[in-house]
Structures are given as C-alpha cells and as structure tokens.
C-alpha cells in the first residue's frame, strides 16, 4: 500500500504501481489534516461574500453572472453533468491515472475541496472505478469536458467499465454500497478545473513509444545482419566522437544485439538508411527522455483553478485565478514526438525496401522464394508505404492551432488531446511498419540460410510466421507479429 501525503511526492515508479500494477492508496492524516484546515479557510472566505469564480458565479464568459445562494450546490453538481465527447474512450490506465493526480492535487489543500471527496478519490482508486472518458470532442481551454466526462460517475451519471462491460454508473455505486456523492462548494469546479488528464496521457503514451523504439531497433539490427551490412557506422567510437545521449545508448543496443557474431570487416558502405539508425533512433530517445521529464513535473503540480491561496507577504490571502490547466509543454511534447516517430517509421519502410532489392540485399528480388512466379513480399511494402505516408501527415503540429470558446473568453488551448491522438495513432502505424520489417526478417532469413548473430537468430526463431514459399495474403501475419511487438516478449 502506498500513503499518498502530497502531490509533490508522487513519482512515476509509485505512479506506476497505483496505476498499472493497481497497489492500494491511502492517505496521510496529515495531509487530510491539511486539506481540512484550508478547507474551513475557504468556508471563511466565501463568508465575507466574495466573488468567486465558479462557485457563485457562472463560468467562463457567465463569470460575471452571480449564482444564487440557494442555487450553488446544485450549481457545483451541475458542473460535473455536463459534456459533448464522442468516439472509443480512453485508456483505463489514463483515466485511472488522472484520478490519482486529481486526488494528489487536491492534498495540498490549494484547491478547497473537503477531506470526504479525498476519501472517496481514494477509495474508487481501490475498488477499481473506471469511468468511460470519450477520446473525441473532449479538447477545450483546460480539460473541463473530459473530466466531466469522467467525475459526474461519482454522482452517479455517465459510465464506467466494470470487467470490460460497460454500465451505468449509478449501478456500479449500488453494487459497491455506496451513495452518488453531493459535491460541496467549490468541490464541482474543484473536479474538473486542471490538467490530470493530460500527464496520465501522456505517460500512457511515452511507454508504448519507448518500447516500440526499441522494437524499430531490433528490426533494424535484423535488416543490417540479414543484408550483411557493415557494423561499422555503429561502433561504440563513431557514437562517441557525435557525443548525443540517446545515440550512444542505440549504438550500445545495436553492438549487444550483433553480440557473439560482430563482423568487422570493411565493407561498402550501406544504405542511409541503415547507417544512420543510431542518430535517428538516438534523436527519438532523447527526445523521450525530455518529455517524460516534463510528465515526472506534471505528476507532482497542482493545476487546480481557481486556487485558495493564504497570504504571503505583500499578496493577500484569497482565489487566485490558475493557468496551470494549460497543459502546453505536453502539448508541444506530443507534437515533436509525433515528428521524430513519424522520421522512425519513414526510416523503417526505407530499411525494408532496401531489404527486398536484391541490388543492396544479394537477396532475390522482393524475397520471392520463386521471383517471377511468385510476387514474394512486394505488397508487404506497399502497406509499409501507405502508413509511412499517414504518419507524415498526422506529424503536423496540434497545439499551434487555438481558437476562440465561450464568448471570446476562453480564447486559448493547449490542444493535448488532438495532439495525443494523432501520436497515438502514428504509434499504431509504426506497429505495423516493425512489423512489415520482422515479417521481411524473417523471410530473408530463410532465404540467406546463414546463423545470424546468438541474439538476433534467436529473436528469429520466436518471429510466429511461416516463410513465404507460396503467395499469400500477410494481414494475419502482421496482426500475429504486431500483437508480438505490443507484448514485448521480443525483448526479454
């Protein structure tokens, strides 16, 4: 069991295992303690009759419409049932993971909102509550509708996921003996004013892309060893003298994976394509290393809005209007990740065409067991082409494109989901662009009828494939070798 304390504890191996691996939480009673003080000086606040945004007064352009007295906590319910996404849902792990940051957040005591919505964050992390959050039509300054989306189950609307079945969230509440929850003031705004989501998002999709990196790896060392490719771009030295983190780490990868059957021999130099294998690879992983130290700081802020900030020398105590929900280097992380994966896959279907020409190869022409009766695996690359292409227009830029919500007021996004969307969606793509390139491993080692290097042939030898000795559709194979990468047992 992990005790949560504060939001600027949480670290992504302790996010992991509450998220992934679903080891329980509870909550220091100091930090309960906390959250109860600050929540009794807000009550204090709100008492003098201020204006405060969102709990008597409208939001956004209605900001400057008072809610009256008997009307706020209907108001702050009100907040939470509302919503206009569409399409599949997110990813359990992401919703689950934005629930935690919204708890973390909430530990500080910043946002207001009572120790009873602390526990019961808590504990629909532990029973495994799994709202249905749509991925689509859910972009918006903040994250407003999809975390309306996902807290109105907590009053009993909306969705959620139970054993892969979804059903009303009413239901699921009755089956676990509990009540729909009456959020106090403050505590509906508190719910779905911030940026969690976006975090739990973007980690979910850092880790696919780290292993998926890896994978592109291994299917070129295979293409360099099957092409009988000199090793020498990939020395150790040759990383060294560019002085690039992530390249070295790739050279590194590529040496261990060529372990036991380096040849060193000079040889005519390789295609660009399998040349530079390292830099480009090494490009991405740099580039990962940074957006996932951005998500390890996002995992520990507060994004709530507005804020309920004691006073600090010259500032007075009171609510302080947050940008924090503008998620914007995550946005901008996404974008650049979705540019270097897309130069991956387009290095990948490179690889593979150079693969099938006997010109680089010494292969037979398309890996045709039969060239001229047989088509051998031309069609593999055509497919390998079409995602390639797809990939290079999904790596245009989401965040730079805001425009103009709520009566001119919310006149600014970060645009993380579109931007998450369409990386998610270039990750599916080089899925089965490795894939295309394993499938094409595999025949070509069975028409070289050479050991590779120990750890390659091995890898080989778990590729579940038969080669190709007839023409045949590949729509089953590259599915079977897909569901393969996304495992991750090629590289144990």
């Known amino acids: 069991m992990i005790v949560l304390a504060r939001a600027d504890q ?3 191996v302790q996010y992991r295992r509450i998220v992934v691996d679903r080891e329980r939480v509870a909550l220091d009673p100091a930090a309960l303690a906390r959250v109860a003080a600050a929540r009794e000086q807000l ?3 709100l008492d003098t009759g201020v204006s405060a945004y969102g709990v008597n007064t409208g939001l956004g352009y209605l900001a400057r419409t008072r809610v009256d007295p008997e009307a706020q906590r209907a108001f702050q319910r009100a907040l939470l049932v509302r919503g206009a996404g569409v399409g599949p849902p997110l990813a359990p792990a992401v919703v689950r993971g934005a629930m935690l940051l919204r708890l973390t957040g909430f530990l500080d005591g910043a946002a207001g909102v009572s120790t009873e919505l602390c ?4 504990a629909r992390l532990n029973d495994g509550w799994s709202p249905v959050v749509p991925a689509r039509g859910i972009s918006s300054a903040g994250e407003v509708i999809a975390l309306s989306h996902l807290f109105q189950t907590l009053v009993g609307e909306g969705f959620v996921e139970e054993d892969g079945v979804r059903v009303p969230a009413s239901e699921a509440l009755a089956r676990r003996g509990a009540t729909p929850y009456e959020p106090g003031a403050k505590e509906g705004i508190a719910l779905v004013n911030g940026a969690p989501i976006a975090p739990a998002l973007t980690a979910w999709l850092t880790d696919r892309a780290r292993s998926l990196l890896d994978h592109a790896t291994l299917a070129g060392a295979l293409t360099a060893a099957l092409m009988q490719a000199s090793l020498r771009p990939y020395s150790a030295r040759v990383g060294a003298l560019k002085g690039d983190p992530g390249q070295q780490r790739v050279h590194a990868a590529l040496l261990a994976l060529h372990a036991g059957g380096a040849d060193w021999s000079d040889r005519p130099q390789s295609p660009v394509s399998l040349r530079v294998v390292p830099q480009v690879h090494g490009a991405a992983l740099d580039l990962l290393d940074h957006v996932d130290a951005q998500v390890a700081r996002e995992l520990r802020a507060v994004t709530d809005s507005p804020l309920f900030l004691a006073a600090d020398g010259d500032e007075p105590e009171g609510l302080y209007p ?3 929900f503008q998620a914007q280097a ?3 992380g996404l974008d650049a990740l979705a540019i270097a994966f897309a130069q991956i896959g387009n290095l990948g279907e ?9 010109r680089f190869s010494g292969l037979p022409d398309q890996l045709a067991a039969d060239p001229g009766r047989q088509s051998g695996l031309v069609f593999l690359h055509k497919s390998a082409l079409g995602y390639a292409a797809e990939n290079r227009l999904l790596a245009a830029p989401a965040s730079v494109h805001p425009g103009d919500g709520s009566a001119g007021q919310e006149d600014f996004q970060a645009l993380t989901f579109p931007a998450a969307e369409k990386l998610e969606r270039i990750l599916d793509n080089i899925e089965l662009i490795v894939a295309a390139e394993l499938l094409a491993a595999r025949q070509a080692r069975e ?5 590779l290097p120990p750890r390659l042939e091995a890898v080989v030898e778990r590729l579940d494939v038969a080669p190709v000795h007839e023409d045949r559709s590949f729509g089953e194979d590259l599915e079977r070798l897909r569901a393969l990468v996304r495992s991750g047992r090629l590289l144990t």
């Open 10 to 12: 949480l670290d992504r």
């Open 43 to 45: 009550a204090a606040h």
């Open 119 to 122: 526990d019961l964050l808590a």
């Open 322 to 324: 947050s940008g924090n």
């Open 330 to 332: 995550l946005s901008l």
């Open 350 to 358: 490179k690889r593979l065409h150079r693969l099938l020409d006997n």
């Open 447 to 451: 028409l070289r009828g050479e050991p």
